[in-house]
């Protein structure tokens, strides 16, 4: 099982952004917890909490991206689409699943926080605070 924990390396610099990202790391460890202790209540709770941080986080992001002419919003914007789409999709019916597929979803989960981090969320950061946008 992985366990979420914020790093100071997931900083970007970009104060809006990483508090929103170390939210996200809190929910899904919430939701982690929820299921671990076999709470399904917690775990509805969570589970709507934490797809309305995404939609919240990647609104966002999109509307910086949009207000500052940003030249990679359309592929940034994709991944947020697809990851959405997806999280929602398997959110669904999570609590019932394996303890494999469970534990593969939060593997997803964190992978893809770090490798859009990495990727998309640094690039777009380093354009806010070099041209001194907010
Ligand atoms: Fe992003
Ligand atoms: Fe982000």
Known sequence: MIFFNWENNYETGFELIDKQHKDYIIIVDQLQNSIVSHNKE??????????T???DHFVTEN???????????????????????KTKNNL????????IEIN?????????FRNHL????????R??????LS
């Open 42 to 51: 917690l775990f509805n709770k969570y589970s709507v909490e934490f797809l």
């Open 53 to 55: 941080h995404i939609h």
């Open 63 to 85: 509307d910086l991206m949009i207000k500052h002419n940003y030249h990679g919003y359309f592929s940034h914007k994709a991944e947020h689409d697809r990851f959405y789409e």
């Open 92 to 99: 669904a019916n999570l609590y019932d699943k394996s303890t």
């Open 104 to 112: 593969l979803f939060f593997e997803v989960t964190y992978r893809w």
């Open 118 to 125: 990495d990727i998309n969320d640094r690039k777009l950061a």
């Open 127 to 132: 354009f806010l605070i070099d041209n001194n």
